[in-house]
Protein backbone atom coordinates (compact mmCIF):
# COMPACT_ATOMS: atom_id res chain seq x y z
CA UNK A 1 0.00 0.00 0.00
CA UNK A 2 2.99 2.40 -1.11
CA UNK A 3 0.52 5.23 -1.98
CA UNK A 4 -2.68 4.03 -0.91
CA UNK A 5 -4.38 4.66 2.25
CA UNK A 6 -6.42 2.00 3.81
CA UNK A 7 -10.20 3.52 2.55
CA UNK A 8 -8.35 3.26 -1.01
CA UNK A 9 -6.75 -0.02 -0.45
CA UNK A 10 -10.50 -1.68 0.59
CA UNK A 11 -12.12 0.35 -2.17
CA UNK A 12 -9.78 -1.00 -4.74
CA UNK A 13 -10.22 -4.51 -3.73
CA UNK A 14 -14.02 -4.32 -3.08
CA UNK A 15 -14.33 -3.16 -7.15
CA UNK A 16 -11.48 -5.54 -8.00
CA UNK A 17 -13.88 -8.40 -6.16
CA UNK A 18 -16.89 -7.33 -8.49
CA UNK A 19 -15.31 -7.56 -11.46
CA UNK A 20 -14.01 -10.70 -10.71
CA UNK A 21 -17.61 -11.64 -9.98
CA UNK A 22 -19.07 -10.71 -13.08
CA UNK A 23 -22.29 -8.82 -13.92
CA UNK A 24 -24.37 -11.85 -13.22
CA UNK A 25 -23.85 -12.43 -9.58
CA UNK A 26 -20.62 -13.91 -7.55
CA UNK A 27 -20.43 -17.71 -7.37
CA UNK A 28 -19.36 -17.47 -3.96
CA UNK A 29 -22.93 -15.63 -2.93
CA UNK A 30 -24.91 -17.43 -5.69
CA UNK A 31 -23.26 -20.64 -5.43
CA UNK A 32 -23.46 -21.38 -9.24
CA UNK A 33 -20.86 -21.11 -11.49
CA UNK A 34 -20.69 -21.16 -15.23
CA UNK A 35 -21.42 -24.79 -15.97
CA UNK A 36 -24.53 -24.83 -18.47
CA UNK A 37 -26.84 -27.65 -17.85
CA UNK A 38 -26.94 -30.74 -20.00
CA UNK A 39 -29.62 -30.70 -22.59
CA UNK A 40 -32.67 -32.15 -20.32
CA UNK A 41 -33.13 -34.78 -23.11
CA UNK A 42 -29.93 -36.41 -23.03
CA UNK A 43 -30.39 -37.92 -19.20
CA UNK A 44 -32.08 -40.23 -17.90
CA UNK A 45 -31.86 -41.32 -14.03
CA UNK A 46 -32.61 -45.15 -14.60
CA UNK A 47 -32.52 -46.49 -11.30
CA UNK A 48 -31.98 -45.03 -7.50
CA UNK A 49 -27.82 -44.65 -8.35
CA UNK A 50 -27.49 -45.17 -11.95
CA UNK A 51 -28.05 -42.28 -14.66
CA UNK A 52 -27.57 -42.66 -18.58
CA UNK A 53 -26.69 -39.52 -20.96
CA UNK A 54 -27.29 -40.30 -24.43
CA UNK A 55 -24.10 -38.58 -26.18
CA UNK A 56 -25.90 -37.66 -29.13
CA UNK A 57 -28.53 -35.77 -27.52
CA UNK A 58 -25.84 -33.59 -25.47
CA UNK A 59 -24.01 -31.39 -27.75
CA UNK A 60 -22.88 -29.21 -24.87
CA UNK A 61 -20.69 -32.56 -23.84
CA UNK A 62 -17.87 -31.69 -26.82
CA UNK A 63 -14.49 -32.50 -25.91
CA UNK A 64 -12.90 -30.13 -23.34
CA UNK A 65 -16.51 -28.94 -22.04
CA UNK A 66 -18.34 -30.07 -19.17
CA UNK A 67 -22.44 -29.87 -18.16
CA UNK A 68 -23.98 -30.45 -15.11
CA UNK A 69 -27.02 -32.43 -14.18
CA UNK A 70 -29.00 -30.84 -11.28
CA UNK A 71 -32.16 -33.36 -10.71
CA UNK A 72 -34.73 -33.57 -8.07
CA UNK A 73 -34.20 -37.12 -8.20
CA UNK A 74 -30.21 -37.15 -7.73
CA UNK A 75 -28.81 -36.10 -4.32
CA UNK A 76 -26.22 -35.07 -5.17
CA UNK A 77 -25.43 -32.37 -8.70
CA UNK A 78 -23.05 -34.10 -11.32
CA UNK A 79 -20.81 -32.12 -13.18
CA UNK A 80 -19.73 -34.21 -16.63
CA UNK A 81 -16.46 -33.02 -18.09
CA UNK A 82 -15.36 -34.55 -21.28
CA UNK A 83 -11.55 -34.57 -20.98
CA UNK A 84 -10.75 -36.64 -24.25
CA UNK A 85 -12.59 -37.92 -27.20
CA UNK A 86 -13.77 -40.64 -25.57
CA UNK A 87 -12.91 -39.88 -21.97
CA UNK A 88 -15.69 -38.65 -19.35
CA UNK A 89 -15.05 -38.45 -15.71
CA UNK A 90 -18.33 -37.77 -13.34
CA UNK A 91 -17.89 -35.87 -10.31
CA UNK A 92 -19.66 -33.86 -7.83
CA UNK A 93 -20.77 -30.59 -8.55
CA UNK A 94 -20.36 -28.80 -5.57
CA UNK A 95 -17.27 -27.85 -3.65
CA UNK A 96 -16.42 -29.19 -0.02
CA UNK A 97 -15.97 -26.16 1.20
CA UNK A 98 -19.15 -23.96 0.71
CA UNK A 99 -20.72 -25.56 -1.78
CA UNK A 100 -20.23 -24.00 -4.34
CA UNK A 101 -20.42 -25.34 -8.20
CA UNK A 102 -17.23 -26.53 -9.94
CA UNK A 103 -16.25 -25.94 -13.07
CA UNK A 104 -14.37 -27.46 -15.27
CA UNK A 105 -10.69 -26.30 -16.60
CA UNK A 106 -9.91 -28.46 -19.84
CA UNK A 107 -6.37 -27.07 -20.10
CA UNK A 108 -5.12 -28.22 -16.85
CA UNK A 109 -7.37 -31.12 -16.77
CA UNK A 110 -8.82 -30.04 -13.58
CA UNK A 111 -12.68 -29.32 -11.26
CA UNK A 112 -12.06 -25.52 -10.00
CA UNK A 113 -14.24 -24.11 -7.43
CA UNK A 114 -16.36 -20.67 -9.15
CA UNK A 115 -15.85 -19.15 -5.60
CA UNK A 116 -13.29 -16.77 -4.81
CA UNK A 117 -11.85 -19.60 -3.00
CA UNK A 118 -10.84 -21.19 -6.19
CA UNK A 119 -10.37 -24.52 -4.83
CA UNK A 120 -8.99 -26.73 -6.99
CA UNK A 121 -9.87 -30.63 -7.62
CA UNK A 122 -7.98 -33.42 -9.76
CA UNK A 123 -9.86 -35.90 -12.26
CA UNK A 124 -9.96 -38.36 -9.60
CA UNK A 125 -11.23 -36.00 -6.80
CA UNK A 126 -7.75 -35.57 -4.82
CA UNK A 127 -7.51 -31.64 -3.74
CA UNK A 128 -5.09 -30.16 -4.89
CA UNK A 129 -5.42 -26.81 -3.69
CA UNK A 130 -7.19 -24.10 -1.68
CA UNK A 131 -9.92 -24.24 1.04
CA UNK A 132 -12.29 -27.53 0.48
CA UNK A 133 -11.43 -29.81 3.61
CA UNK A 134 -11.98 -32.84 1.76
CA UNK A 135 -12.12 -33.96 -1.79
CA UNK A 136 -14.53 -34.45 -4.37
CA UNK A 137 -16.77 -37.43 -5.24
CA UNK A 138 -15.96 -38.71 -8.40
CA UNK A 139 -18.70 -41.25 -9.81
CA UNK A 140 -17.49 -44.65 -12.07
CA UNK A 141 -18.39 -43.79 -15.96
CA UNK A 142 -18.23 -46.09 -18.78
CA UNK A 143 -19.37 -45.14 -22.66
CA UNK A 144 -20.98 -48.04 -24.89
CA UNK A 145 -22.98 -47.39 -27.76
CA UNK A 146 -23.12 -44.04 -27.57
CA UNK A 147 -24.80 -44.01 -24.38
CA UNK A 148 -22.50 -42.72 -21.41
CA UNK A 149 -23.03 -44.89 -17.41
CA UNK A 150 -23.15 -43.18 -14.34
CA UNK A 151 -23.23 -45.50 -11.55
CA UNK A 152 -23.75 -43.06 -8.04
CA UNK A 153 -24.15 -46.38 -5.73
CA UNK A 154 -21.63 -49.43 -5.82
S1 LIG B 1 -16.84 -23.00 -1.80
FE1 LIG B 1 -15.05 -22.07 -1.01
S2 LIG B 1 -13.45 -22.83 -2.27
FE2 LIG B 1 -15.24 -23.76 -3.04
Known amino acids: ?3 MN ?6 TAALAGAGACGLTGCATFTKIG ?4 IESAAYKVELPGKVTVALSKAPSLAVGKAAKIIDPALSDPLIIARVEQDKYVVASLRCTHRGVELEYQAE ?3 FCCASLGHSRFALDGHKLGGPAPRPIQVYPASVADGILTIKLQA
Open 1 to 3: MNN
Open 108 to 110: QKR
Open 34 to 37: DTPP
Open 6 to 11: RREFVQ
